[in-house]
């Protein structure tokens, strides 16, 4: 028996490649989101979460990257123990923590979109290290606004104290997952030569 493919519209390859780039992007954001820190002046705990977002970015770029992240939230939402500290469940996204974790694919897309100067992805050799500075930085100021509105929201704060507690503190630790991005990106593309 022969079997005809030729009516059989095939996944392409560059999307299959894609696809698990994705899945890996979405297993390490939720690697990532144990290694978390209670902080005692915050809800919200310090997790390594941002630095997976910074690299759906970077990496996938602004369609892929927030593709990751949506399916990071998705398989979190329907179980899969993959946020911070091991949570799992759709209450995660409308609970404390749950502005900065849907503000994912948005800052996911905002850094590629400014990494990669549009749609298609750039040789990452060619991309100064102010331009991922910036971009990771315009990536932090979506993820922390969606969390301060998300503490305002659930938790009743209001906007200092939401301001104070859900980003201010937590600078210090975004910059240090930004070397960290920059770190990675660098050493990446030092071995891909």
Known sequence: MSTRTESVDLVGDETTRNLARCA?????????AYVSFPFPLSPAPVTLQVLGVFLAGILLGPVWGPAALVIYLAAGAVGAPIFQGGGAGFGHLVG????YLLSYPVAAGL?????HRGSELRDLDTVGLSTLVGAMVAGTVVIYAFGVV????????GPVEAFLQGALFFIPAEAAKIAAAVGVVRSEAIAAR
């Open 111 to 115: 850094v590629g979109l400014l990494v």
């Open 150 to 157: 998300g503490l305002m929201l659930v938790l009743g704060l």
């Open 24 to 32: 890996l992007i979405a297993a390490l954001v939720g690697a990532f």
């Open 96 to 99: 404390a923590t749950g502005g």
